[in-house]
């Protein structure tokens, strides 16, 4: 049975058949309709639909769109009986007893889609007679609707309407075709469908729902202006039409099941029927007798009353929209631990959208990231693991994203030469999070901005010493620049940087020289000093270490210590002995590379020469020999092919324990003298001891060495032996 309100002609209407009709009737109709001069396009249509095998969902959706009258004689009261019951001014209270009939028998998917087909049609009438009222509006109407003056829905601007308003009326279509849409009883068992055709039905039920709403809104927009109310209650059905769809589906694949049967409804249905909350219930009872249970930890997440916002973040990425759902929530609800971590989720969100928009948008992203914090740590642990969220996780998580932002911002800072914005970045992004790497990072960064500063200053200096006039200006801006380099080495230094320690004590050194020659009364002494030749070998020192070159960093050091004696201050005491412990590690290293030498070119060249068909070790093809069996060996990345004499060798040199070489000796104790004197020079320093500890349980035991004493005393003992048994031997064989 066609509704009353469905205006367009179907596909039976159409050619004049019955929805019963066979492909003969259908064929003789779709001719006395071209006699009858129907355009040909309109026949062509309706034919194929009703015919062709290839369209049979499109008419299995025409068929849905009609009510089944075998369903009409349950209802009470039924328009199979009295059709005025589905005219506008009696459909409100229809539905209403529909409604009732159906909680008795909750889940009937037979009167479920007599609903969905009553309030489908009514529905899309209702929006053109509020269509229609737009058309005619005055320019003063709509310019009152565009301010939001007048927040109502067609049906209440309308007062000839008796329809409810129409945003519940799309929830109550939404709510019974998703129902409908869920159900597999119904697709598989009355419809005689497949499963892919099942899918396909589903698909088709969303997308007309979808397309109309989203026609809807556009239609708003061009009349309205973007923004107004009705575009904005349109999109917020798109929403709950993908919620209701989705919990709808979740549940009917849960099981669940209720007296009357499996139960296929989604949260805005299991509203209006008042289920909602006994069934939230024992949900949860269930989750308590099985925590682990995933089947349930889905339906409570589906059923939860936060659903949709989760899913405006999950599915439609829409922040904004999350936000003003959760800012929308009464004050109590939004102190609930879910609502808190949906809120930090969105900032999040934010931050990202905000982050990928371009490095203008670098600050937003931060101030994002650090309301987001604030919502995580706004958390209560017990409350959150109880509403599935683990505090401390989404904590490090978090820390992990700014951080990975925060680095890649500073590294392009870096690369254009914008170191400033680089550090800005990052201690925007250390004052949110602690996290060691991003620490470090910035600790670099201050550093090698400090000794760039500090080095052009003094460099700038340099070059003034000959002009008397103009030094002493020179000397009160190094002065400033100094102290503005030992600032940044202080918070680098604060921030665990070692190098930053070792050179503020350097920068000090030179504050504390440029007080010296700047008198209090601020008089420039007649002869300024030129520069000690310590500073000189300080620098070429410096320079070296930078380079690798530790011999020479050691000698100048060690000539400075000479010049300064008992003089000499802390930080060069460490310098020194961070130049020697370099050079010892890296003798070390040589000397354990020397002791693999011989392993590492076997492997080398097992890999340079393996094939598919010989011994990557003696060359010998795989048909030498039939019943010598061969192997693969895994080397790196590569495979290689070996035979089975060869492995044994492999094996053999594999377990084979490195042998010293007197270079390698001679490497490994020069090693332990290095790290022996910068013990001594920095004892606090555990670096030192641990790579001492290390060269030490390498260098290799030196055998006993036998006195001369020893070793004739030894041979004249074998001696004895062997004489006296041959005494023994010749004894026997006299008195045999």
């Given at each position: ?211 109309r709403l989203t026609a809807l809104k556009q239609q708003c927009n061009q009349k309205l202006g973007s923004g107004n109310f009705l575009a904005t209650r349109y999109r ?260 665990g940087s070692r190098r930053a320690e070792e050179n503020l004590l350097v920068l000090r050194d030179h504050l504390r020289y440029i007080e010296e020659i700047l008198d ?137 324990p490195p042998r010293p070489t007197k270079v390698s000796i001679w490497l490994l104790k020069s090693a332990e003298k290095d790290l022996v004197e910068a013990m001594a ?56």
């Amino acid at each position: 049975m066609k509704d009353p309100l469905h205006k367009d002609p179907t596909p039976w209407e159409i050619l004049g058949v019955p929805p019963a009709a066979q492909r003969r009737e259908v064929e003789i109709a779709f001719a006395n309709a071209l006699r009858n001069r129907m355009p040909p396009n309109k026949a062509q249509y309706a034919r194929d639909v009703l015919v062709r095998p290839e369209r049979k969902l499109e008419r299995v959706f025409f068929e849905m769109l009609q009510y089944n009258e075998e369903y009409l004689r349950r209802l009470h009261p039924s328009p199979a009986e009295d059709e005025t019951v589905l005219d506008p001014e009696n459909r409100l209270k229809t539905a209403t007893k529909w409604e009732s009939q159906m909680k008795g028998s909750f889940p009937d998917m037979e009167i479920a889609h007599c609903q969905a087909v009553l309030w489908y049609w009514w529905t899309i009438y209702e929006e053109g007679r509020q269509e229609e009222m737009l058309e005619n509006s005055s320019h003063s109407e709509l310019e009152r609707m565009r301010s939001k003056e007048n927040e109502k829905s067609g049906g209440e601007l309308d007062c000839r309407s008796f329809a409810p308003p129409l945003d519940d009326m799309w929830r109550r279509s939404i709510a019974y075709w998703s129902m409908i849409a869920a159900d597999s009883g119904l697709w598989n068992g009355r419809l005689g469908l497949s499963q892919s055709e099942v899918a396909e039905m589903r698909k088709k039920i969303r997308e007309d729902l979808h397309n109309r709403l989203t026609a809807l809104k556009q239609q708003c927009n061009q009349k309205l202006g973007s923004g107004n109310f009705l575009a904005t209650r349109y999109r917020q059905l798109e929403v709950n039409l993908h919620s209701e769809m989705k919990s709808a589906k979740v549940v009917a694949e849960s099981g669940y099941k209720t007296k009357q049967g499996p139960l296929c409804a989604g949260v805005q249905m299991l509203r209006f029927l008042g289920l909602l909350e006994g069934i939230r219930s024992s949900v949860d009872g269930q989750l308590n007798k099985n925590p682990n249970d995933s089947t349930y930890k889905r339906l409570r997440y589906v059923l939860s009353e936060y659903f949709e916002i989760e899913e405006l973040l999950d599915h439609f990425n829409s922040p904004d929209e999350g936000l003003q759902h959760i800012a929308a929530l009464p004050e109590e609800k939004r102190k609930h631990e879910r609502v808190k971590y949906l809120q930090g989720r969105a900032y999040v969100l934010k931050a990202r959208q905000s982050a990928n928009a371009g490095d203008a948008y670098a600050d937003e992203a931060l101030e994002y990231y650090g309301k987001s914090v604030d919502a995580y740590k706004a958390l209560e642990a017990e409350k959150a693991i109880a509403s599935g969220v683990n505090k401390e996780t989404l904590i490090e998580e978090l820390a992990e994203e700014i951080s990975q932002l925060c680095i890649s911002k500073a590294e392009q800072g870096r690369r254009t030469d914008n170191i400033e914005q680089a550090i800005e970045i990052l201690e925007k992004g250390v004052k949110l999070v602690n996290d060691e790497k991003m620490k470090r990072t910035l600790a670099d960064l201050l550093t090698d901005k400090a000794i760039a500063a500090a080095n052009k200053a003094l460099e700038d200096l340099k070059d003034l010493q000959a002009k008397p006039e103009k030094f002493r200006a020179a000397l009160e801006e190094v002065q400033s620049v100094l102290k503005l380099a030992v600032n940044d080495l202080e918070r680098a230094a604060e921030l665990g940087s070692r190098r930053a320690e070792e050179n503020l004590l350097v920068l000090r050194d030179h504050l504390r020289y440029i007080e010296e020659i700047l008198d209090p009364n601020g008089r420039l002494p007649p002869d300024p000093k030129p520069p000690d030749p310590i500073e000189r070998l300080l620098k070429e020192a410096y320079d070296a270490f930078k380079r690798g070159d530790y011999d020479k960093a050691i000698e100048n050091l060690q000539k400075a210590k000479e010049l300064l004696g008992q003089k000499t201050p802390d930080h060069l005491n460490k310098f020194l002995a961070s130049c020697l412990t370099s050079r010892g590690i890296k003798n070390a290293n040589s000397a354990i590379k020397i002791f693999y030498k011989k392993k590492e070119n076997l492997y080398e060249n097992l890999i340079n020469n393996h094939n598919s068909w010989n011994c990557a070790n003696c060359a010998k093809p795989r048909d030498y020999n039939v019943f010598l069996k061969w192997y693969e060996l895994k080397l790196g990345n590569s495979k290689i092919l070996v035979c089975e004499n060869c492995l044994s060798k492999i094996e053999k040199i594999d377990k084979t324990p490195p042998r010293p070489t007197k270079v390698s000796i001679w490497l490994l104790k020069s090693a332990e003298k290095d790290l022996v004197e910068a013990m001594a020079l920095d004892p606090e320093n555990s670096k030192i001891k641990e790579s001492l500890k290390y060269i030490r349980n390498n260098i290799p035991k030196k055998p006993k060495v036998m006195t001369a004493m020893t070793a004739i005393l030894s041979k004249t003992l074998w001696i004895f032996w062997f004489i006296l048994v041959l005494i023994v031997v010749f004894y026997m064989l006299s008195h045999r």
